[in-house]
């Protein structure tokens, strides 16, 4: 997530060197697919669903929402790979879709080159959405993206794992360590996370850098070392396995199904499968903050809709309110149920939570959680890349958690 959440690591790092100048020229004055004079009976949009179930929910979804507007909603879907490619392709020969899904962090890299439309102009209600929410669909202050659903992590455990050890839930990092090496056995490491040399292994690493005042703006602080320090200490005591600097979320989702870890790191897209074992007793919390008290800081996850650049004004306007239908409080409900995700509007989000507990941590975390982009918006993917290679620096003992986040630093500014 392919997991219904679309982890981030399925999403390519498209940096738009060379590429930008070019689109912002051709994007201006963008055609649209089939645009053209007369009544609008169709729309085409543009996803990376290529996985089931999710490729047929969202077809019918998109199907529903089409009716709603009058259209037909014609999807495509491509690898997630091959998306921002072919976007930035469509936009160069102006033949973009009338809908747009993209990985939220993709977002403002697409609409730096003039390719998305402000849904302002639209009149689509944005109201009820969480900050963070919100700003991981904005560039440069307009609104260009809405997502549906939004995603992000929390600590999975074994109930029978800590209750036999004596084990209490951990909250803070020197509870999370304490319990990581007493739940340590022969065969079976305390604690698990995706460490992997991909912005997954980013995203697994950011609820521990922002919850103790890191910040990608300046990696090479007192504050991201000892968040580092906490991933290297855990390795080297033995109640880390080295195999993390390799495992997915994927991977580290199967250690713990078979009992090889007794807690990880990872999403809510994997509640199903583990409800799938009816031997498996486990549970959900927050992710462990430095210190009591603290509120953690997770990453938001998720995909954004938006309006590409098009000369036809009808089909644009067809493609908001198929967006709009999207984003109303019954479909957040439906594709939340649909991918176990959290909807986006924090009303609706908190109903959610009512009824089924094991989603709670989920949505109390995305109250606050941020977007990867709020900070340095088209300049997170390098810093995001210096990050997991410090990560893997650090784990693998070539360099300390400063020294290697020192070096992050100067990959991520350049100097």
Known sequence: ???P??????????????????LVAATGCGTGAGSGGGKVTSITALDYYTDEPEHTQWGEMLTACGKTAGVKVEQTSVPPASLVPK?????????????????????????????????????????????????????EGKVYGLAP??????????????????????????????????????????????????????????????????????????????????WVDLVKSG??????LNWTQADVHDQFIAGRTAMMVNGPWRIPALNKDKNLRWGVAPIPVPRAGQTPVTPLGGEVWAVPQSSSKARQQKAAQVLACLNSSSNMVTLAKQHFTVPSRTAVAARRAEQVPSMAPFVTSVETARARTSELGVRWPKAATGIYTAIQSALTGEQTPEEALRHAQRFATGN
Not at 204 to 221: C, K
Not at 239 to 244: A, D, F, I, Y
Request: net charge positive.
């Open 239 to 244: 109640s880390m396995s080295r195999s993390v």
């Open 5 to 22: 959440a679309r982890p981030p690591a399925r999403r390519i790092a498209a940096l738009l060197t060379g590429a930008i100048t070019l």
């Open 1 to 3: 997530m392919i997991s």
């Open 149 to 230: 659903y939004v995603s992000t992590v929390a600590l999975f455990y074994n109930k029978d794992m800590l209750a036999k050890a004596g084990v209490a839930v951990p909250r803070t990092w020197g509870e999370l360590k304490k319990a990581a090496a007493e739940l340590t056995r022969p065969g079976r490491y305390g604690m698990a996370v995706d460490a992997n040399a991909t912005f997954e292994g980013t995203w697994q690493f950011l609820p521990f850098l922002w919850s103790n005042g890191g910040d990608e703006r300046r990696l090479d602080t007192p504050q991201a070392a000892q968040a580092l320090r906490l």
């Open 87 to 139: 976007v930035l392709r469509q936009a160069s020969s102006r033949t973009l879709p009338d809908l747009l899904m993209l990985d939220n962090p993709d977002l403002q890299q697409i609409a730096q080159t003039g390719a998305l439309t402000p849904l302002d102009r639209f009149g689509i209600d944005s109201s009820g959405f969480a900050k963070g929410i919100l700003s991981a669909g904005t560039y």
